[in-house]
Nanobody, 124 residues
Framework: QVQLVESGGGMAQAGDSLKLSCAAS????????MGWFRQAPGKERDFVAR????????YYADSVKGRFTISRDNAKNTVYLQMNSLKPEDTAVYYC?????????????????WGQGTQVAVSS
C-alpha cells in the first residue's frame, strides 16, 4: 500500500509560481508512473500531467503545457509539480496519484493510489 501526501499549495496571484510536492510512503514509487490531477469547484477532476517511472517521459494537459513541469526524485520517493505563470483558472484542489501498472493513462480510473489533495487558489 502506498500513501501519498501533497504539500505546497496556497494562495497566489496571477503570474506567480508555486511548487507542489507529493511525498510517498509505505513502499517505493520508483517503478510507478505518477500523475497530477486537479478539481476546480463544481467541476470534475481533470488530468494535469504525468511522468514515467524514470522521469524521462512526461505529458501535459494542453491547458498547462509550457507553464507546468512535472518531475520526480525517486531517491526521495517524491514527485513535484512546478507551476509557473499561474492563472485564476488554475484554482483547484491538486491531487497526486500513482499508476503502478504504468498505463500512462489520462483517466483517473487507472490510478490506484491518491493523496488527499492540496488547495491552490490564484487571484487576478
Amino acid at each position: 500500500q502506498v500513501q501519498l501526501v501533497e504539500s505546497g499549495g496556497g494562495m497566489a496571484q496571477a503570474g506567480d509560481s508555486l511548487k507542489l510536492s507529493c511525498a510517498a510512503s509505505g513502499r517505493t514509487i520508483s517503478t510507478y508512473a505518477m500523475g497530477w490531477f486537479r478539481q476546480a469547484p463544481g467541476k470534475e477532476r481533470d488530468f494535469v500531467a504525468r511522468i514515467s517511472r524514470s522521469g524521462v517521459t512526461t505529458y501535459y494537459a494542453d491547458s498547462v503545457k509550457g507553464r507546468f513541469t512535472i518531475s520526480r526524485d525517486n531517491a526521495k520517493n517524491t514527485v513535484y509539480l512546478q507551476m509557473n505563470s499561474l492563472k485564476p483558472e488554475d484554482t483547484a484542489v491538486y491531487y497526486c496519484a500513482a499508476d503502478p501498472r504504468r498505463t500512462y493513462s489520462l483517466n483517473e480510473k487507472d490510478y490506484d493510489y491518491w493523496g488527499q489533495g492540496t488547495q491552490v487558489a490564484v487571484s487576478s
